[in-house]
């Protein structure tokens, strides 16, 4: 061809829209095309040397910064407006402010130097029906109702206008970063659902916290504004990296940290972290957290949100202590993962009809239950406030009874049962259709988050930028490292990795595998190809109805299997449309995938008596300029850990299996993981470390349980010789 054909048939292809709905992105095609972007522009403005070349490439070099700053502000600008409503609906539940109904206790009361002090302004529901100063049952009976409300509004405004809105939202971002298109999850009607359903959800007191939907919230932020510019619109590689930029701002706002927030995207979220990538979430997060200072939600002027003063060293006997916390963690996290898998199970088999119901029904559980206990009947963020404080230096504050040493008992039966109501109120909530003494709560903090997320660098500085304090970082690694390591005894990958599987995302996970067989243990061997020498419309438009396949390989024909190229569906079914509007091609036209159009004949511009154009004798349409040439293509011997390998760090859709020039087969990322499933469901109990640890601690118990009943039994029994044999096979 020409190159001024090439040149055609290249721009041709970038408009072509290539990634349908829950399809994956070949990030390989997506770089050249991105490099061809790129090289395009630079060309056409060194031939240009007027002022609007040099303004256009001046605009092309910046313009991801100015879109980074613009993601930063406004997530910045949506945190704080989402903390300040989620403020004023937590306290509207008790009563309200008399001279200004908008304001919450905390500024109602500003004036009131201690918080014994009795403030006028602030009305309790009981005082507007006149029914007594502060009815235990009257408070009760509003805090309830307000928080079923809360909850019920939230989980219809889900349902109806915003299904994507709906949970965490941090499983999804993790696929989408790694190329799995999910159109509407970032949308801007999301973006707005999810930030009003979030305020109410927190408000209602569910046992659920703002970070995993600040994360995607963020994104939607990202998504929103980077779209209206086309260098983002047009390269997957460009999106990535912003969204990658604003789960880091996500983050940094939600915690009041910025570098934790560009830790977190880089052990968490993204697979690809290079230099540039986390330049851009620096900034971002920064940006975000600057515009969050400004707005300075909790009028204390500062970036810290629980400002605490540890000025005791720790001493060597701690160790124990801390290591004890880790192991709580450790355990508490495997706790809390393993059966709200189990519940969201449940949900999708007998709830999934029912968000609204299952929302409010958990509302006025959590409220009836919470209220009577201080340490759950107060906003989240504030009673994690209370806890991180020391009692020394704290004359005339009460703290919730906190440090009333004459309550000591009373106060450690109210935080243990916090502790177990919340556990299980987290293992119910979770993934529901609504928005999800101080240094060891502080530890204990740590290693909870630590526990269900699998996360250990930046929780450190995520917790120290939360409290200001870098006293005790030793014991927190040394938690954080117990944590991680109990917490993987039960089984590798954080709550979110988990919601991976359960909802059958392509996503491989960083975590090695060791299989030792060849990828053709793997690979597809019935494949749909499309041959070179030609076919006609009608069997082309028969495959794409027919099949769901994301692409199809081209071979010469289909008795020598010489493997020519590939050739993706959205590009195959807009060229065939293009075809018959162009060419008025119909059934019986002969389609040929050849990339030599010089074996072909002249194309001339004659039009026969039916209308149709005539290339040459014949009424051939030539798509071989459309064929990637140079798929990725691997032999069937190679290992199947060096193809996961490929998979993760070039992110291919699909991989050709390729024996001397013959095709055999394909491999795309479903593949890899159906085999890993399948493998993991055949290990005996030997060799699934959750599996063992979970029967011995069941069996243990059952056998306790069986000396106090007079009655022992075994439940879970070792499985014999011949079953592990058995199901080695």
């Not at 939230?154 to 190329?179: M, N, R």
């Not at 529901?432 to 204990?444: D, E, Q, V």
């Not at 993991?680 to 029967?695: G, T, V």
């Amino acid at each position: 061809m020409q190159t001024g054909d090439t040149q055609q048939v290249e721009e041709e292809l970038a408009q072509i829209r290539r990634y349908e709905d829950f399809s994956t992105i070949d990030w390989v095609k997506d770089a050249t095309l991105e490099r061809y972007r790129q090289s395009s522009v630079h060309s056409q403005t060194m031939n240009d040397q007027s002022w609007r070349a040099w303004w256009k490439l001046t605009f092309e070099t910046f313009q991801t910064w100015i879109v980074v700053c613009l993601v930063g502000a406004a997530i910045g600008l949506n945190s704080a407006l989402i903390a300040i409503v989620t403020n004023w609906l937590s306290d509207i539940k008790l009563g309200y402010c008399s001279n200004a109904w908008w304001l919450n206790k905390k500024f109602c009361c500003w004036e009131m130097e201690e918080e014994h002090d009795v403030c006028a302004l602030w009305v309790p529901w009981s005082d507007a029906l006149n029914v007594g100063h502060d009815v235990y049952a009257i408070t009760w009976l509003f805090y309830v109702m307000w928080a079923t409300l809360f909850a019920t509004t939230c989980a219809y405004l889900v349902k109806v206008f915003a299904p994507y809105a709906a949970g965490s939202g941090i499983s999804e971002i993790k696929c989408i970063i790694a190329g799995f298109v999910m159109r509407g999850f970032l949308g801007g009607w999301t973006l707005v659902m999810k930030s009003i359903g979030l305020t109410m959800a927190v408000a209602s007191n569910l046992s659920i916290g703002k970070e995993g939907p600040s994360v995607h919230m963020a994104c939607c932020v990202g998504n929103v504004i980077s779209r209206c510019f086309q260098k983002f619109r047009s390269s997957k590689a460009e999106m990535r990296e912003i969204l990658t930029a604003s789960s880091a701002a996500g983050v940094a706002v939600a915690f009041g940290s910025p570098i934790g927030g560009v830790l977190f995207a880089l052990e968490e979220m993204s697979t690809t972290f290079p230099n540039r990538t986390m330049w851009k979430s620096f900034f971002c997060a920064m940006i975000a957290t600057i515009v969050l200072q400004a707005m300075n939600p909790f009028r204390t002027g500062k970036l810290v949100m629980f400002q605490v003063s540890y000025d005791r060293e720790w001493h060597f006997f701690e160790y124990l202590f801390v290591v004890v916390i880790g192991i709580f963690g450790g355990l508490y996290g495997a706790l809390v993962i393993k059966y709200n898998i189990w519940v969201a199970e449940l949900r999708k088999k007998y709830l999934k009809d029912f968000p609204v119901a299952e929302a409010a029904i958990l509302a006025l559980v959590t409220s009836l239950i919470a209220f009577p206990n201080v340490f759950m009947r107060l906003d989240m963020t504030e009673i994690m406030g209370i806890l991180f404080r020391e009692c020394e230096g704290a004359e005339g504050e009460n703290y919730a009874g906190l440090c009333q040493e004459s309550q000591v008992a009373r106060i450690l039966f109210l935080l243990f049962m916090a502790t177990l109501l919340r556990t299980l109120g987290t293992i119910a909530t979770y993934g529901a259709k609504c928005i999800t003494p101080g240094t060891y709560a502080f530890l204990g903090a740590a290693a909870a988050l630590c526990g269900v997320m699998r996360i250990t660098v930046s929780v450190v500085v995520i917790m120290f930028e939360l409290t200001g304090q870098i006293t005790y970082i030793l014991p927190t690694m040394i938690t954080l490292m117990v944590t991680k390591a109990v917490g993987d005894w039960f089984g590798p990958g954080g709550i979110a990795d988990r919601y991976i599987r359960l909802n059958g995302y392509p996503f491989l996970d960083s975590e090695d595998h060791v299989f030792g067989v060849p990828v053709s243990h793997v690979m597809q061997d019935n494949v749909t190809v499309m041959t070179a020498s030609g076919m006609t419309f009608a069997d082309i438009d028969d495959i794409l109805e027919n099949t769901n396949y994301r692409g199809f390989p081209v071979v010469q024909d289909k008795e020598s299997m010489q493997l020519i190229g590939y050739m993706g569906r959205t590009e195959l079914k807009y060229l065939v449309t293009r075809a018959r509007k162009v060419n008025k091609a119909h059934a019986a036209t002969l389609c040929r995938f050849r990339s030599d159009s010089d074996d072909l004949e002249v194309l001339t511009d004659t039009v026969n008596d039916d209308g149709y154009i005539i290339r040459g004798s014949s009424e051939d349409v030539d798509f071989g300029p459309y064929v990637d040439q140079t798929p990725l293509t691997v032999h069937p011997r190679l290992y199947l850990e060096t193809v996961m390998d490929m998979f993760k760090q070039l992110g291919p859709r699909v991989i050709l299996l390729e024996h001397r020039g013959k095709l055999v087969g394909l491999v795309t990322v479903k593949d890899v993981l159906k085999y890993i499933v399948y493998m993991e469901n055949n290990r005996s109990p030997y060799q699934a470390p959750e599996s063992q640890a979970l029967r011995g601690i069941m069996e243990w118990v059952s056998q306790r349980s069986a000396r106090f009943s007079g009655a022992y039994r075994r439940v879970n029994s070792r499985p014999s010789e011949e079953e592990l044999e058995l199901s080695h096979r």
